[in-house]
């Protein structure tokens, strides 16, 4: 398997969606615009659920309204994340799993990254990151090295700030739209927020 690469607004994404339910789990779908070969390149995540995540229609009706909006966007589903409700456990339940493998069945590059609790204080220096790669039907830790955050330093300071600033509230996850239809689990306005923050003169992460 090749390098992942995880782009400012996926990360901060996920970090922003633990942040904002840090009693419960959270899960999520990442995405990629990109073709290159041989790494995948993970450009951006829809936020899905932060309550009772094993429940399997909630989560096949937004895994369907996710891939088709891919298709029009020229995107694709190449992964899955999820937080636990106890900070120091980073281990993939069956529901992360079983999703992750539905993933895998039409991508051959997929790979599943835990959130780290633990690693979650915004003054911590290390991604908090477990990632794993589907090999011979098992989920197995992928090599660190394999890892890619390019700018970290930097996207970590533009999750601080975002979190500092309440941005967090402004996620949608898809259990929020089903609660309120009105609310867009695309996050536009969260993608131009960490956009305008990432762009120069910060510096284009």
């Known amino acids: 398997m090749g390098e992942v690469e995880l782009s400012c607004r996926a990360y901060v994404k996920m ?6 339910y840090p009693r419960g789990s959270i899960n999520g779908l990442l995405l990629s615009s990109s073709s290159a070969e ?12 932060h309550s009772h995540l094993p429940l399997a ?3 096949q009706v937004a895994l369907t309204q996710v891939d088709a909006w891919c298709s029009q966007t020229q995107q694709r589903i ?5 937080a636990n409700a106890c900070a120091s456990d980073s281990s993939p339940t069956p529901c992360a799993l079983k999703i992750s493998d539905k993933i895998a069945e039409q991508f ?11 690693k979650m204080p915004p003054d911590y220096r290390v991604p908090p990151i477990v990632m794993y790669e ?3 039907s098992r989920w197995i830790l992928k090599d660190k090295h394999m890892i890619m955050l390019r700018q970290w330093e930097e996207t970590r300071a533009i999750a601080a700030q975002m979190l500092e600033a309440g941005d967090h509230a402004l996620l949608v996850d ?6 309120d239809i009105t609310k867009d689990w695309t996050n536009q306005r969260l993608n131009a927020k960490i956009a305008e923050l990432s762009s120069p003169p910060n510096g284009s992460i």
Do not use: E, I, N, W
Not at 15 to 20: D, F, G, Q, S
């Open 108 to 118: 051959d590059g997929a790979v599943l990254l835990m959130l780290d609790g633990s």
């Open 38 to 49: 041989g790494a995948v390149c993970v450009t951006d995540c829809v936020p899905l659920r």
């Open 174 to 179: 898809f259990d929020s739209h089903l609660d």
């Open 78 to 82: 190449v992964g899955y994340y999820q």
């Open 15 to 20: 970090y922003l969606h633990a942040c904002l």
């Open 57 to 59: 229609l909630p989560t």
């Open 134 to 136: 589907r090999k011979d």
